[in-house]
């Protein structure tokens, strides 16, 4: 008996449900609607599901391949390095050397830095060193920011209306003395870090934020909160972390640090890094830095059998290498420029109460009326019409991920025909989901 392509599909996805809880390795990946997605391939802008149909990816992976997909130049470093060195597990390879050397000269904050393999590694050893060099108990995160699944900082980021100034857990067996530790601040208001500090006087070893918390779209810093940040953090001892797992490499080589102007004692890399290899990175100020046991006898205990693999690390040298030499930057921010305008044009036009926000290659509309300063603004957002406009669009082969808040990216393989046909399916879709609610 042949199947229909959708036939084979659903039995690919019914035999994923067999045998991977809810059939998808990643939280957020099992989206409503979209139970039965299994992706056959990727290229360039494009992903192919096992229907066989293409769509124009700006959900990106949530961000890492800022070259497209399958970049050449990335996968024939990776495949190269990997045919000539193996993982070792002792001592260092070349290729980790030159990566960090390149990292330390791009990146302001950086004097010195290590090699995770995912964005969480990253943050979870950035708060244990905060913590070991400080002595201090508390940490505090943004409302809306995210920094992985660790039990410090999973909490508070899309959280419901009633759990906005409460402690909202994504998880749960994270103990309440870890969640007690964490504090929860208003993102761009910083009248609330400074009452948290006082309150805890002496005892927050850390400020974590997403510079631009994206994780809830794109929600700009508003000019001064970041300085004041640095301030604050500085008087008080407490250590400075930039999570710039999405900004950095998407926003510029240097990061949004060398956007804003603002240097964070440490800096968390990862997503475009490697352009979607699993490469993340942690760094700062040497004298923090110093104090892994990557130093023998220092106390801030690091380590990963995979970290710095010779692969991964190739790739992530690719990237920035061509990130230094191809108008990569340029070319995203171009195509970011044009969809944001265009946007809030059409949305203007339609009479849609809409903010349509961004930086760069990175872009989201919200339906609502701003200013967007911070989460709270968002609640706002009208739900159904940002998840219902892009599973409309996904009938034009357009793939934006049809969850609340989450923002859209474009790479050097968009096009400006890509815009042209963003703008054009967008006015189509919001205009046919509007009239099913009419
Ligand atoms: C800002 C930020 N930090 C940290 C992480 C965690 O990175 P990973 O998923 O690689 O563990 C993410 C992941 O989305 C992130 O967006």
Redo the contacts with the bound molecule.
């Keep these: 008996m042949t199947l229909t392509a959708s036939e084979a599909a659903a039995r690919l996805a019914a035999r994923a449900a067999a045998v991977i809880p809810g059939g998808v390795n990643s939280g957020q990946r099992r989206v409503p609607g979209l139970e039965e997605l299994v992706v056959t391939a990727t290229s360039g802008s494009t992903f192919t599901d096992a229907d066989g149909r293409v769509y124009t990816d700006y959900h990106s992976a ?1 961000g890492p391949p800022l070259l497209g997909h399958n970049d050449p130049d990335v996968d024939a470093a990776a495949a190269a390095a990997g045919r000539s060195v193996d993982l070792m597990g002792v001592g260092v390879t070349p290729v980790e050397i030159e990566l960090a050397e390149r990292l330390v000269d791009a990146v302001p904050s950086l004097e010195k830095v290590l090699l995770t393999c ?6 979870f050893h950035a708060l244990r060193l905060a913590r070991t060099v400080t002595g201090r108990r508390y940490v505090i995160k943004f409302q809306g ?5 660790h039990d410090a900082v999973a909490m508070n980021v899309i959280s419901p209306a009633e759990r906005v100034g409460a402690k909202d857990p994504l998880s749960g067996g994270i103990l309440p003395e870890v969640l007690a530790a964490t504090i929860v601040c208003r993102f761009n208001d910083a009248h609330d870090v400074e009452r948290a500090l006082d309150e805890h006087d002496g005892d927050v070893a850390a400020i974590i934020i ?1 510079p631009i918390p ?2 809830i779209g794109a929600v700009l810093p508003k000019p001064g909160f970041l300085e004041r940040l640095r301030e604050l953090a500085s008087k008080h001892g407490t250590v400075l972390v930039f ?1 710039e ?2 900004t950095g490499f998407r926003h510029g080589i240097g990061g949004y640090q060398s956007v804003a102007g603002v240097t964070p004692d440490l800096t ?1 890399l ?2 475009a890094m490697a352009n979607g290899w699993p490469v ?1 990175a942690l760094g700062g100020k040497a004298e923090l830095m110093d104090l892994f046991s990557t130093t023998p006898g220092r106390p801030a205990f690091f380590a990963g059998t995979f970290n710095g693999h010779p692969a991964t690390t190739a790739a992530a040298l690719a990237t920035i290498v061509k990130l230094q030499h191809e108008p990569v930057h340029e070319h995203v921010f171009a195509l970011g420029d044009r969809a944001r305008t265009g946007l809030q044009a059409l949305y203007d036009r339609l009479g849609v109460p809409a903010v349509v926000s961004g930086f760069g290659s990175v872009f989201v509309s919200y339906f609502l009326e701003g200013p967007v300063e911070s989460y709270d603004d968002l609640l706002r957002n009208d739900v159904d019409l940002f998840v219902g406009y892009r599973r409309e669009l996904m009938k034009d082969g357009i793939f934006e991920l049809p969850l609340n808040l989450k923002r859209s990216h474009f790479s050097y393989a968009h096009t400006d025909e890509d815009v042209d046909r963003l703008l054009e399916a967008t006015e189509g879709a919001v205009t046919r989901y509007l009239g099913t609610r009419a």
């Design positions: 949530f995912t964005g969480s590694e990253a943050t920011c995210y920094h992985g699944w997403e994206h994780n999570d797992v999405i968390t990862g997503k993340s």
